[in-house]
Nanobody
Framework: QVQLVESGGGSVQAGGSLRLSCAAS????????MGWFRQAPGKEREVVAR????????YYADSVEGRFTISRDNAKNTVYLQMNSLKPEDTAVYYC????????????WGQGTQVTVSS
């Protein structure tokens, strides 16, 4: 059974930074796409960023391009999301995902970690 465990969420003031981590246990192949979604209260869940397994090619949502960086360590089955210049509108529950299709659907989801950005 595959499990994804997120960490690194918390509260920060606007302009600050946070780094999310997602550790995968079980059978996760290095060629799997891994990524991050988020869901704010009253809003639909949206993709934030994803990264291919073999090439490491990233994709970013327009709303986070230039502020967030996704990276992965295949030896540790871990994906990271460095979030800089945070804005109040980045407040959401962030979910880690993994799967064998770059654009989804994704086979595995984490339980989520809360990120709160105050103005």
């Amino acid at each position: 059974q595959v499990q994804l465990v997120e960490s690194g969420g918390g509260s920060v003031q606007a302009g600050g930074s946070l780094r999310l981590s997602c550790a995968a246990s079980g059978r996760i192949f290095s060629q799997y796409t891994m990524g991050w979604f988020r869901q704010a209260p009253g809003k639909e869940r949206e993709v934030v960023a994803r990264i291919r397994g073999n090439s490491g090619m990233p994709y970013y949502a327009d709303s986070v391009e230039g502020r967030f960086t996704i990276s992965r360590d295949n030896a540790k089955n871990t994906v990271y999301l460095q979030m800089n210049s945070l804005k109040p509108e980045d407040t959401a529950v962030y979910y880690c995902v993994a799967g064998n299709k770059f654009c989804g659907p994704y086979d595995y989801w984490g339980q989520g970690t809360q990120v709160t950005v105050s103005s």
